[in-house]
T-cell receptor, first 113, second 116 residues
Framework: GENVEQHPSTLSVQEGDSAVIKCTYS??????FPWYKQELGKRPQLIID?????GEKKDQRIAVTLNKTAKHFSLHITETQPEDSAVYFC????????????FGKGTTLSVSS | GAVVSQHPSWVICKSGTSVKIECRSL??????MFWYRQFPKQSLMLMAT?????????EQGVEKDKFLINHASLTLSTLTVTSAHPEDSSFYIC????????????FGEGSRLTVL
């Protein structure tokens, strides 16, 4: 089955800096890669996703890149703000095959002002 | 507004009792729902896939007799933790896949279970 590795487990940045979180996946059949943000005690919220027919996607301060050959995908947050502090999870699945999302272990991002 | 509603949001029970958690898809019919468990400061671990009208598919290591899943309608799936023990204390989250938006999962609010 799918296995998703995520690094780093914790990340501390100064407000205004950029943050990068990286993930790798094992199943070459996976073609959907979302990123979720989870605040303490809350449900995960989708912040951006990318499909395997695209190499990069951007939404304001957030961007995701995908290297399908290397089975790598990354989340980039620019101009970080204190409210970006949360736990971020990457995930992978093959929706067409009906598989569930398999999550990475998460990255705790702390943005200090 | 909320797409998926989960109830209860938190529950405390004694060891040996059973607890039922409901997951409702509010805006659309869901033939498939997923149940995840999240221990403190850990990731979401897939427990089982709930299929409407058929038996759930459990992940390796998840006891099907302990975590009973019933997906009786296209909008409701229930997870019953039977004979709960303190090690079952966790955050249980259901999710629904919207067929029209292939892949994206909508999560319930989660249910925090504490077993004394």
């Amino acid at each position: 089955g799918e296995n998703v590795e995520q690094h780093p487990s914790t990340l501390s940045v100064q407000e205004g800096d950029s943050a990068v979180i990286k993930c790798t996946y094992s199943d070459s059949a996976s073609n959907y890669f979302p990123w979720y943000k989870q605040e303490l005690g809350k449900r995960p919220q989708l912040i951006i996703d990318i499909r395997s027919n695209v190499g990069e996607k951007k939404d304001q301060r957030i961007a995701v890149t995908l290297n399908k050959t290397a089975k790598h995908f990354s989340l980039h947050i620019t101009e970080t703000q204190p409210e970006d502090s949360a736990v971020y999870f990457c995930a992978a699945s093959n929706p067409q095959a009906g598989t569930a999302l398999i999550f990475g272990k998460g990255t705790t991002l702390s943005v200090s002002s | 507004g909320a797409v998926v509603s989960q109830h209860p949001s938190w529950v405390i029970c004694k060891s040996g009792t059973s607890v039922k958690i409901e997951c409702r898809s509010l805006d659309f019919q869901a033939t498939t729902m997923f149940w995840y468990r999240q221990f403190p400061k850990q990731s979401l671990m897939l427990m089982a896939t709930s299929n409407e009208g058929s038996k759930a598919t459990y992940e390796q290591g998840v006891e099907k007799d302990k975590f009973l899943i019933n997906h009786a309608s296209l909008t409701l799936s229930t997870l019953t933790v039977t004979s709960a023990h303190p090690e079952d204390s966790s955050f249980y989250i259901c999710s629904v896949k919207r067929e029209a938006l292939i892949g994206e999962l909508f999560f319930g609010e989660g249910s925090r279970l504490t077993v004394l």
